[in-house]
């Protein structure tokens, strides 16, 4: 059997195009053009944080903390500005604070080989608890009126909002550091075989660092991003189902949680797909409930093709990989 | 003007009548009050804290128990129904335990074998706002299903004899009585109007960001609905968000259920975002609550 024509990324591509062929069908209304526009936008954000979750999945760990580094940043920015601090005092404040949280997720990893998933467990819910207990008055913050956040939400090219663009040139731009880069590079051989990556002499431990700062940072584009098109930040985020569907999206389109394997490409199909789903479910008036079964069957799916097709490697694995 | 005409709309009152307190329950005065207070400790387990219903509920309680003598406490699950249950759990417990825990329970039937286990302690159980499958001593907040029928009523009124008829929702989740109550209050109102129909009726998971994905979907699948029902302003901004993008403000009527947070509704009424916000008046739902009297719930149509 010739498992080169029969990998993870081939299924799911089969199952969108399946998907889209039903929905086009059935549905009526479904490839209208506005609606291709909705899907693409409804996955936006949540494809901006996969891009975070494989960068780091694909160097051999897992980020938990993003939903609440992208809700909690932005809470606290949108905060400041209530409280009349300086629009780049702010900023720059907010920024050094998701740069140094990111960077403490790294260092932990790297230097006090703690496992990636108690880290980032551990940092998001401190990250949570700490600005909204000891910074923000209520679960949901808004925009200040004028703010340029509103013109950004507004903003339209040929009838197309911002977000998708902004989600398209990261998408890119993570590409262009996954395959042309030679940090890049490295990210993958650090995530195959992180002693073989060291004893060649790659800076295994400083990339590492670099992987979380990047995740974060990209959740702190999400949180704008969101807040801009809401005009408000809401931290119940947090208690949603997000981080689950960024991991839903990064694994499904076939990076392997066992780090190494994977790119763009796959972040791109993943979200592709559970964007036309949820979109095809909302239409279909598909409830709550079973939309949730449907996905978690998929992701279960997901991740025993995963472990079936990515084995672990028994000569790399440690204790506390995913 | 739809604003205009609501901020006119005539206060809807619904009494719903709950079981009164069994002590002090005859006598008004403070006297009694004190009586029934004093050294007793009370503990509130909402939700989350942070948000109007839980912070207007806390913020009446946390006057008039101490006042009284009591001693007031809260714990906030912050939306984890683990975390509340364990809360409730802790209370029945610790030591002293508390005389009346105050529930505001996220569905209808997670908390009910705790609650009942306090009940069994000798520990008071009231519900607040959400009601759930469970017998308690109290239960103070609205009433749901009317709420749905004053929101279906103003949908009507706003989509007026001549438009579509088609009426859109954007439900909370299946587990939360108020969205399954709301829901019921909708469906039965809207049988009483000839021609209106529900035609698509998503769920937000009370999630702002998944309220304006639906909605957009929504409108374009039914581009002439003419009224949307969101089950909650926490998320509503999002379907307002939604119509706001597909160039539809004014012409959808965004009607939303809030719990009082009349800063933000009151602003999003004036600026056209909401067309109108039905809301449970927490102030006196807890003040009446608090001085053990009989407790009627209010729904007023809030028009800034």
Same mark, same amino acid.
């Given at each position: 059997m010739n498992f080169n024509s029969f990998n993870q990324e081939r299924i799911v591509l089969v199952a969108t195009v399946l998907v889209v062929l039903f929905a086009a069908i059935a549905l009526p209304? %479904? /490839?209208n053009i506005s609606n291709v526009i909705s899907i693409v936008r409804s996955i936006s954000v949540l494809g901006i944080l996969a891009l975070g979750m494989a960068i780091v999945i694909i160097g051999r760990g897992i980020d938990l903390s993003m939903v609440a580094i992208m809700a909690m940043s932005v809470a606290w920015y949108l905060q400041l500005l209530h409280a009349g601090t300086d629009e780049t005092a702010a900023m720059l404040l907010v920024l050094a604070a998701v740069i140094f949280i990111g960077a403490v997720n790294g260092f932990l990893v790297a230097? @006090?080989? #703690?496992?990636p998933i108690f880290v980032t467990l551990a940092t998001g819910l401190f990250v949570f608890g700490f600005i909204r207990s000891q #910074?923000?008055? &209520?679960?949901a913050v808004t925009v200040p009126a004028g703010h340029w956040l509103e013109t950004v939400g507004a903003l339209r090219f040929a009838g197309i909002p911002v977000d998708v663009f902004v989600f398209l040139a990261l998408a890119f731009a993570t590409f262009i550091f996954l395959r042309f880069t030679k940090w890049g590079r490295y990210v993958y051989y650090a995530g195959d075989n992180p002693a073989a990556a060291r004893n060649i002499g790659i800076p295994v431990r400083p990339m590492l660092v670099l992987r979380y700062v990047l995740s974060a940072l990209l959740s702190f584009i999400a949180g704008m991003l969101t807040a801009a098109s809401l005009l408000s930040i809401q931290t119940?985020?947090?208690? &949603? !189902?997000l981080l689950y569907d960024v991991i839903l999206v990064t694994v499904i389109g076939?990076?392997? /949680?066992?780090?190494g394997k994977g790119g763009v490409r796959n972040v791109l199909i993943g979200a592709a797909l559970i964007g036309i789903l949820l979109n095809v479910m909302t239409i279909a008036n598909i409830s709550l409930l079973y939309q949730n079964l449907i996905k978690s069957t998929i992701l279960l799916a997901a991740i025993i093709l995963d472990g079936w097709l990515n084995p672990r490697d028994e000569q790399t694995a440690q204790q506390g990989d995913i | 003007m739809n604003i205009l005409k609501s901020a006119i709309g005539a206060i809807a009152i619904a009494t719903a009548t709950f079981a009164a307190l069994p @002590? @002090? @329950?005859?006598d008004p005065g403070p006297e009694a009050y004190k009586n029934a207070l004093e050294g007793k400790r009370i503990v509130m387990v909402p939700m989350?804290?942070? %948000?109007d219903l839980a912070q207007g509920w806390a913020g009446y309680l946390s006057i008039e128990i101490p006042n009284f003598g009591g001693v007031f406490e809260t714990r906030d699950p912050n939306w984890s129904v683990e975390a509340g249950a364990q809360a409730i759990a802790e209370a029945i417990t610790s030591?002293?335990? $508390?005389d009346v825990l105050i529930v505001m329970a996220p569905?209808? !039937?997670?908390?009910s074998k705790l609650m009942r286990r306090a009940q069994k302690a000798g520990i008071f159980v009231f519900l607040i706002d959400n009601p759930a499958n469970f017998k308690a001593d109290a239960f103070f907040g609205g009433d749901w299903t009317e709420m749905g029928r004053i929101e279906a009523k103003e949908a009507v009124r706003a989509c007026g =004899?001549?438009?579509?008829k088609q009426i859109g929702l954007v439900q909370g989740d299946q587990t939360n009585a108020t969205s399954l109550f709301q829901y019921n209050g909708i469906v039965e109102e809207m049988a009483?109007?000839?021609?209106? =129909?529900? #035609?698509a009726e998503p769920f937000s998971n009370w999630d702002a960001t998944t309220s304006r994905t639906v909605t957009t979907t929504m409108l374009q699948q039914? $581009?002439?609905?003419c009224a949307i029902i969101d089950f909650w302003d926490g998320d509503a901004v999002g379907a307002a968000a939604a119509i706001r993008e597909a160039g539809l403000s004014g012409k959808v009527h965004l009607i939303a259920n809030g719990g009082g947070e009349k800063s933000a509704n009151c602003d999003a009424i004036k600026n056209g975002t909401y067309g109108a916000v039905v809301s449970t008046s927490v102030e006196r739902e807890s003040l009446r609550y608090a001085g053990n009297d009989e407790v009627s719930a209010s729904k007023q149509r809030q028009a800034g």
């Open positions: 209304g %479904f /490839l230097y @006090a080989d #703690v496992p #910074v923000i008055p &209520s679960d119940r985020v947090i208690n &949603s !189902n076939g990076i392997g /949680l066992s780090g | @002590a @002090a @329950a005859q989350a804290m942070g %948000f030591d002293p335990k $508390p569905d209808m !039937n997670s908390y =004899e001549g438009s579509s009483k109007h000839d021609g209106f =129909e529900i #035609v039914h $581009p002439d609905i």
